[in-house]
């Protein structure tokens, strides 16, 4: 079975650019999340959702950042604008707690890096 | 609120020798789930073990095995015969039984096996 698959793997802008991250969960998972890994940080979850709903977005930094999952099987994540203090890797995972799945697989990753 | 401690910033083996480590939680809750996930120098999160509360079995998953102190709220992470590919980056993370949203990771402990 494929995995979450995360799109771009890696991803150099601009400071002040639109940046846009894409996740495919696992099929038939319906809970989607979103997560960001840096150094000062650690990780932390920015956003997750239930059958293609927002449940919690209290982890979003900002206005500057925002997320979507328009069917079941795809999700972005928005920056815009992007500034160097958003630099981290972010990770997307999925899981299927009705389906006896308690873990919570991740994706790739994707590396970002605002100049 | 939840959270985890992973006491031990660095640790270091030598290949084909056994490294222990150490991960403390702290939870009001009964039921929950405790995973170790592995990240290696590609980013990647890659689940390496996890174990139910509710269950007094310590989870075996070939080399790697976890001593789960419940009373404690103690849940280490034992690596047998080290291999030079399991030099990584180690988390420990904690979910709500119920709570299909946050894990809740420790600040990991990065692991280098010497050969």
């Known amino acids: 079975d494929a995995g979450v698959i995360q799109s771009p793997r890696h991803e150099v802008t601009e400071m002040g650019q639109e940046v846009t991250l894409r996740c495919k969960p696992i099929s038939g998972h319906d809970y989607l999340f979103w997560y960001r890994q840096t150094m000062m940080r650690g990780l932390e979850l920015l956003i997750y959702f239930n059958n293609n709903v927002p449940i919690d977005d209290s982890g979003m930094p900002e206005d500057r950042f925002s997320a979507k999952m328009p069917n079941a099987s795809f999700s972005t994540l928005k920056i815009q604008p992007s500034e160097p203090r958003d630099s981290a890797v972010y990770f997307c995972?999925?899981?299927?707690?009705?389906?006896?799945?308690?873990?919570?697989?991740f994706g790739e990753g994707s590396w970002l890096t605002v100049v | 609120a939840q959270t985890v401690t992973q006491s031990q910033p660095e640790m270091s083996v030598q290949e084909a020798e056994t490294v222990t480590l150490s991960c403390t939680y702290d939870t009001s809750e009964n039921n929950y789930y405790l995973f170790w996930y592995k990240q290696p120098p590609s980013r990647q999160m890659i689940l390496v073990i996890r174990?139910?509360?509710?269950?007094?079995q310590n989870a075996t998953e070939n080399r790697f095995s976890v001593n789960f102190q419940k009373a404690a709220k103690s849940f280490s992470l034992k690596i047998s015969d080290s291999q030079l590919g399991d030099t990584a980056m180690y988390f420990c993370?904690?979910?709500?039984?119920?709570?299909?949203?946050?894990?809740?990771f420790g600040k990991g402990t990065k692991l280098s096996v010497k050969p």
């Open positions: 993370a904690f979910r709500e039984e119920g709570s299909q949203g946050n894990l809740i």
């Open positions: 995972a999925s899981n299927s707690p009705a389906h006896g799945g308690n873990t919570i697989y």
């Open positions: 174990q139910e509360a509710y269950k007094q």
